[in-house]
């Protein structure tokens, strides 16, 4: 059983469409992250939510953290090609705050 | 200030050889991290070093190792690879920034295929 559970998995859209992925899990944190991984690259931190029922926007992108911190979401307006990538949500530990747990990823492909 | 480097981006290697990767971490940072990367398992936490101690590790076998030198660089080994270890090996720094959470930098990444 993982710790966080992306939906969906994949994704596929085209350029100007919104689109939202999620992380779930039935555990309560006091932190969540969202990467953004490109081919070729590793992971570049987008975001990091701290309290619950909090949102933050960066840009086209817009980050919530669950009211009872299990879950996330990211919602992106407007894709554009330069989205494209796989979004991986994190959050520190268990047991220890110097290590991530990666959720699933969810790969999104945003086409002209 | 330049990201974290890791050589070699790319290595083959056959089953039964041993491989040793390396990091190089942003200046200034001395907590390096190792994650391996597949399809199938997703990003997983291998170990992590800090003030070349390993301070925590992951739940792989004791064919992979690591250590950490004085100017906080740091390398990983695995040996009698198998199959299974072809993946992407991602190294991360970062600075402990006390009661917020860690933000680890990654580097690119070294590509190995174990055939």
Known sequence: TQLLEQSPQFLSIQEGENLTVYCNSSSVFSSLQWYRQEPGEGPVLLVTVVTGGEV?????LTFQFGDARKDSSLHITAAQP??????????????????????????????L | ???????????????????????????GHRSVSWYQQTPGQGLQFLFEYFSETQRNKGN????FSGRQFSNSRSEMNVSTLELGDSALYLCASSRPSGGNPYEQYF?????LTVT
């Open chain 1, 56 to 60: 933050k926007k960066l840009k086209r």
């Open chain 2, 60 to 63: 792989f076998p004791g064919r």
């Open chain 2, 107 to 111: 580097g690119p990444g070294t590509r």
């Open chain 1, 82 to 111: 330069g989205d494209t990538g796989l979004y991986l949500c994190a959050v520190l530990g268990p047991g220890t705050a110097s290590k991530l747990t990666f959720g699933t990823g969810t790969r999104l492909q945003v086409t």
């Open chain 2, 1 to 27: 200030k330049a990201g974290v480097t890791q050589t070699p981006r790319y290595l083959i290697k056959t089953r039964g050889q041993q491989v040793t990767l390396s990091c190089s971490p942003i200046s």
